[in-house]
């Protein structure tokens, strides 16, 4: 069964993803920043316990805090199962569907997240397969609700829906041209926020990933804030279509000889900082999704899945053991030669 950064869909050749995290807390519980141990603890493990009662949860993987280590937990959100938030967390827990479109995380800033991916655009589907999933855990909880305001949550940013769509971008022309920034302060006139996805230790964008979402969920409906995303998204992705199209028109040997050189290192290279191995894995992308490079075969490689393959606990994890930043960038190179697509 293939997971959502393994597949294309509506847009994929700037919408990597659709994302939809609902925010929920229990009733009978404090918000998570107010429980101590003892009781973050007692509701988690409640939460765990009723859950695994629903036999639609049945074939889900469990995790617990408890008993994973660090490059576990880091693994887990590299592949975006879980939040910076809960790596953050001593006592946490929760669940995961076996294609990883589904991920349930009990005691973050929540008492319980659940959040879907589809892959391209399609915030629609995300949605409903949320909605889903919260209905079932509705059916052994009851949630903190108020008939004016909607779901209660930790942050007041979230009251009302409870809910945060988001769309994960790639937009290699745009930011080679220096228009991100213009870009992002535009659409927070919209009650939207665009940052990147990935971060070198001095905030700078690596990959060329960009997350689109919504900021405030009060007063708007779940279609609402669908509608709304996706009306921005549209704008993003034919701004970058367009400066990609230039380019490639007006500079085509030059946009040729960069991918060429992009994948030529990625074949060779035999060692490969991350920093590296993401810019070269984005302009292949763009590349293979432009047409500038096509691959040998008909299977369709899916280069996020490599960007997700190449982060430093995924690595570690994929060859079971602690390694030296030497190591992990001579794994990485290994790694990136034993997936890369044949191309023609």
């Not at 074949?267 to 292949?284: E, F, H, P």
């Not at 299977?299 to 030296?324: H, R, W």
């Amino acid at each position: 069964m293939l997971r959502w950064f393994e597949q294309s869909g509506r847009n994929s050749d700037v919408v990597i993803s659709s994302r939809v995290r609902l925010a929920r807390n229990l009733k009978k519980y404090n918000f998570s920043l107010k429980l101590g141990v003892r009781e973050s603890r007692m509701m988690t493990d409640e939460v765990m316990s009723r859950l695994e009662t629903i036999t639609e949860f049945a074939e889900y993987s469990r995790y617990d805090f408890r008993d994973l280590d660090e490059e576990q937990k880091e693994a887990m959100k590299e592949r975006h199962l879980i939040s910076e938030y809960l790596l953050g967390q001593e006592i946490a827990a929760g669940f995961a569907s076996h294609d990883e479109n589904i991920s349930i995380m009990i005691n973050e800033e929540d008492h319980i997240r659940i959040q879907s991916y589809v892959a391209g655009m399609d915030a629609k589907k995300a949605y409903e397969l949320a909605s889903e999933v919260d209905d079932h855990i509705g059916t052994v909880f009851e949630y903190a609700y108020h008939d004016k305001y909607g779901y209660l949550t930790t942050c007041p940013s979230n009251v009302g829906t409870g809910m945060r769509v988001s769309y994960m971008l790639h937009l290699p022309a745009l930011t080679g041209n220096d228009k991100i920034s213009g870009i992002a302060s535009e659409v927070g006139r919209f009650g939207l926020v665009l940052k990147a996805v990935y971060t070198d230790t001095k905030g700078k964008c690596m990959g060329d990933i960009y997350q689109l979402s919504n900021l405030v969920t009060l007063g708007k409906s779940e279609q609402d804030l669908i509608e709304n995303i996706n009306k921005i998204a549209e704008q993003i992705i034919s701004q970058e279509r367009a400066v990609r199209k230039e380019f490639i028109k007006k500079r085509y040997m030059t946009a040729l000889d960069s991918v060429s050189r992009s994948y030529g290192i990625l074949k060779y290279a035999r060692k490969l900082t991350l920093a590296d191995g993401m810019l070269l894995l984005s302009q292949l992308r763009m590349g293979l999704e432009e047409g500038l490079i096509h691959e040998a075969s008909d299977y369709e490689t899916s280069v996020y899945q490599l960007m997700i393959g190449i982060q430093p606990a995924n690595l570690q994890m994929m060859n079971d053991k602690e390694m030296s930043q030497e190591e992990i960038d001579i794994s990485r190179s290994q790694f990136i030669r034993d997936n890369l697509p044949m191309i023609q």
